[in-house]
């Protein structure tokens, strides 16, 4: 039954001594239905007489009679010195019993209210279409971190080490906020470089920011609820918000962040999910004095914040901000975190750290919904964050990256005048290239970045960003992944691209 390619011996097949049907019978009977129902298909080799008795505790002369009747019948075949193997001609199947023709129209499957939310995600295309383009790829597409030089083989010994000597808990059920030694890691780096006011018990591991926006929205506010977003802001957490039946309310941005004025005149919200460190996608820093007006609002109203600090690892000018999180005295704010944009997008871990009464609550949601996390790579990450491993890498890149940003704007001086404006920002991974006068004459943003996908550049239009009227036009361009090297060339390619 080990033998690769027999099919049947990866079949559950149950007898029963003690029923009334004879066991050869049953044995047919079990071996028919699994024929005809395709769990053995065409032209699979069956495992041999021996294998078959011996893997069901029964005689071989038992098995013999159940696939002498199927070989009359017609349902295997025998090849001499080859073995037995399923009829690729089964009788059910034959011709002459003719095929059922297949539907002329098929009705469209009818979602739940939630399905149709998830189906039709408002806000990432033309305003009212809920029409989404396709991720960005290729050079400049934003948000893709330079994996070619993470340390892979130190990371491989972690791995290795956790999974060769194990400890005795990896092999039971987990914590559904996941493993202690990572959940105390995160805290105390969080501490150290963010600000935040966390214990490694507030802690939760995820897959990334839209499974904690998910989990929050699922706990924090009902459908139909109004929910604050940044207007630009990540699709991805407008469509989570969207799909947990969130009633969006778009909060226009300004250099000062989130206007907190504008979203009270918007309407009375539950909840908002801000990025106060460095504004996705126009790069803004929410000043202190928004932030402070922000929980204030919070508090007055009883509403919740979502903090999402995507990438405050890179910034490039002055000490990294402090948290809003760290500036909550009433434990309104919800913070999460990705290691995705840091380490490499396929970890698929990350964080949300919750406040101290929401506990229990969050606990028993996260086992409902999936369990628990993966603990395939919470030790070896656990590790690479306590050895100083995760800092020393991130100080790494940070200069590396600073260094790259400083070659976008110094190719699009040299390739792209009349055609984009860049200007500089102290933090990130992209830069907003505004669509220049000229070019703006001849055509949108979403034609730019159409031409420039032609030209094998992923480049998103800003428009997409907006939930309503767009105020703005550029185009993002990432350039962490690109050398100095490569950002010269694809800026060439973008300029013939956009050219008249």
């Known amino acids: 039954m080990a033998r690769r390619g027999d099919g049947a011996s990866l079949l559950a097949l149950h007898l029963d001594p003690a029923a009334a049907a004879p066991l050869f019978r049953q044995l047919y009977d079990a071996l028919r239905l699994a024929l005809l129902g395709g769990r053995l298909a065409p032209g699979a080799r069956l495992p041999s007489s021996r294998l078959l008795a011996r893997e069901l505790g029964i005689s071989r002369n038992t098995v013999l009679l159940a696939l002498d009747q199927l070989l009359s019948e017609g349902y295997i075949i025998g090849r001499g010195g080859s073995g037995t193997f399923v009829s690729r001609d089964l009788p059910e199947r034959s011709p002459r019993q003719g095929r059922r023709p297949p539907p002329s129209v098929v009705a469209a499957p009818e979602l739940s209210r939630r399905g149709l939310a998830f189906a039709d995600r408002p806000g990432a295309g033309p305003p009212g279409t809920g029409a989404r383009p396709p991720p960005p790829a290729g050079p400049f597409a934003p948000g893709v971190p330079d994996c070619r030089d993470f340390p892979f083989e130190p990371f491989a010994r972690l791995l290795g080490h956790a999974w060769r000597h194990p400890q005795p808990a990896l092999f039971r059920r987990q914590d559904p906020a996941g493993q202690m030694p990572l959940r105390a890691a995160i805290a105390d780096y969080l501490k150290s470089a963010r600000g935040v006011r966390c214990k490694p018990e507030q802690v939760f591991i995820v897959s990334g920011s839209r499974q904690a926006i998910d989990l929050a929205t699922r706990l924090l506010i009902d459908p139909g609820d109004g929910v604050w977003i940044e207007e630009p802001g990540y699709p991805g957490n407008r469509d989570a918000l969207a799909a947990g039946g969130a009633r969006l309310l778009a909060v226009p941005v300004d250099e000062e962040g989130l206007d907190v004025q504008a979203g009270e005149r918007a309407g009375p919200a539950r909840l908002a999910c801000v990025t106060p460190s460095h504004q996705y996608p126009l790069g803004a820093t929410m000043s202190l004095g928004r932030r402070l007006s922000l929980l204030a609002w919070a508090r007055a109203t009883g509403a919740w914040i979502i903090e999402d600090d995507f990438d405050s690892e890179f910034r490039y000018a002055g000490r990294p901000l402090a948290a809003l999180q760290g500036l909550d005295e009433d434990g309104r704010v919800v913070y999460l975190g990705s290691f995705s944009k840091v380490l490499f997008p396929s970890l698929r871990l990350g964080y949300l750290v919750v406040p101290a009464p929401l506990l229990e609550p969050f ?128 800026v060439r390619r973008l300029a013939a691209a956009l050219a008249p």
């Open 363 to 490: 606990r028993r949601a996260r086992a409902v919904l999936d369990d628990y996390p993966s603990a395939l790579a919470q030790p070896a990450l656990a590790a690479f964050l306590a050895d100083g491993s995760f800092a020393a890498h991130v100080r790494r890149m940070r200069r590396r990256y600073a260094l790259r940003q400083q070659a976008l704007l110094a190719a699009a001086r040299r390739h792209l005048g009349g055609l984009l404006t860049l200007a500089p920002d102290p933090a990130g991974m992209h830069l907003v290239a505004d669509l220049a006068p000229a070019l703006a004459l001849r055509m949108d943003d979403r034609e730019a970045a159409a031409r420039a996908a032609a030209a094998g550049i992923g480049a998103p239009a800003l428009s997409f960003y907006y939930l309503g009227k767009p105020a703005r036009q550029g185009l993002l361009l990432g350039y962490a992944a690109l050398n100095e090297a490569e950002i010269e060339q694809h």
